[in-house]
Structures are given as structure tokens and as C-alpha cells.
Nanobody, 126 residues
């Protein structure tokens, strides 16, 4: 069972970019065989799907509101998954979580993912 940690959150201005990283914490661990998704939860709102990347072929899927602005990718060693966020808006302010699912599809539903990180805060000022 891997454990996940997110990093890279912070306070930025509208229009800026930010890259979040999701990594597993145990020595020698790998996310190569995991579908990984990013979710976010804004204040007083339900947690929502942001984007995901498949384990087999690296196919990425996105929520409509972030398409063309956010990019989910993996590194070559498959130990990290990234969420590149461009043209940030105030409505992107949220706690961002990564979640993983071994050998599964990279769907948009929370229940599909059994491993979650603690989250990282992203605040976009307008």
C-alpha cells in the first residue's frame, strides 16, 4: 500500500502558473502501476474531480473547467505525478488532493481510488 504526499501548493495571483507534485513516500516505491487522479475541495463545496492519468498508456482526462489550462503528467521513473496549472483563476482556490488506484482505470469518481494524500492548499488571489 503506497502512501501519497502532495507538494507545490501556495499563494499565487490570477493568471499565474503553479505545479503540484504527487509522490509516494516509501523508499523504492513507484506509481508506475497506479492510475492517479487529482481532486480539489473549495471552501463550503464538495470535493470534485480535476484530472487523472492512466497507468497503462498515460492517457489524461480533465474536468471541463480546467481543460486547456491544467495538465496531468508523469515522470519517467513513474514515482511522481504532476498537475501543471496555468492561467489560474480565483475559482481554482481549493485544497488539492492526489489519489491513486492500482492497475485500475483513471476515472473521475472518488470511490474508485483507495489511496489519498493529505492535500495541499492552492490560493489564487484576484
Amino acid at each position: 500500500q503506497v502512501r501519497l504526499v502532495e507538494s507545490g501548493g501556495g499563494l499565487v495571483q490570477a493568471g499565474d502558473s503553479l505545479e503540484l507534485t504527487c509522490s509516494c513516500t516509501e523508499p523504492g516505491c513507484s506509481l508506475a502501476n497506479f492510475a492517479v487522479a487529482w481532486f480539489r475541495q473549495a471552501p463550503r463545496k464538495e470535493r470534485e474531480f480535476v484530472g487523472s492519468i492512466a497507468w497503462r498508456d498515460g492517457t489524461a482526462n480533465y474536468q471541463d473547467s480546467v481543460k486547456g489550462r491544467f495538465i496531468v503528467s508523469r515522470d519517467n521513473s513513474k514515482k511522481m505525478v504532476f498537475l501543471q496549472m496555468n492561467s489560474l483563476k480565483s475559482e481554482d482556490t481549493a485544497v488539492y488532493y492526489c489519489a491513486a488506484r492500482a492497475l485500475g482505470t483513471a476515472g473521475p469518481h472518488e470511490v474508485e481510488y483507495g489511496v489519498w494524500g493529505q492535500g495541499t492548499q492552492v490560493t489564487v488571489s484576484s
